[in-house]
Nanobody, 124 residues
Framework: QVQLVESGGGSVQAGGSLRLSCSAS????????MGWFRQAPGKEREGVAV?????????VYGDSVKGRFTISQDNAKNTLYLQMNSLKPEDTALYYC????????????????WGQGTQVTVSS
């Protein structure tokens, strides 16, 4: 059974940093195309950052996090990371890890496997 488990969320003041982790286990999913998404109260889920690890390698970021967030992957540990720096109150949301999607896509509808989410709260 496929399972994604996020951790690392918490409360931080504006300007601070957090690192989220997503531990992946099981079979039947593609770790080649994974990403982070977030959903704030009353808003739709949006793509934050995705990573491509096929014959092509690269990352794609949402406009609101470019230059502040960095996605990375440790295949040996089956773990996906999201380093978040210069956090803003508008980054407050439930952050989800996803896998098995269309490589390079920030569209959450393209992903099939989801974790339960980890809460990030940024205070001003």
């Amino acid at each position: 059974q496929v399972q994604l488990v996020e951790s690392g969320g918490g409360s931080v003041q504006a300007g601070g940093s957090l690192r989220l982790s997503c531990s992946a286990s099981g079979y039947g999913y593609s770790r080649n195309c994974m990403g982070w998404f977030r959903q704030a109260p009353g808003k739709e889920r949006e793509g934050v950052a995705v990573i491509v690890n096929t014959i092509y390698h690269g990352t794609v970021y949402g406009d609101s996090v470019k230059g502040r967030f960095t996605i990375s992957q440790d295949n040996a540990k089956n773990t996906l990371y999201l380093q978040m720096n210069s956090l803003k109150p508008e980054d407050t949301a439930l952050y989800y890890c996803a896998a098995g999607g269309v490589c390079g896509s920030l569209d959450e509808k393209q992903y099939h496997v989801w974790g339960q989410g980890t809460q990030v709260t940024v205070s001003s």
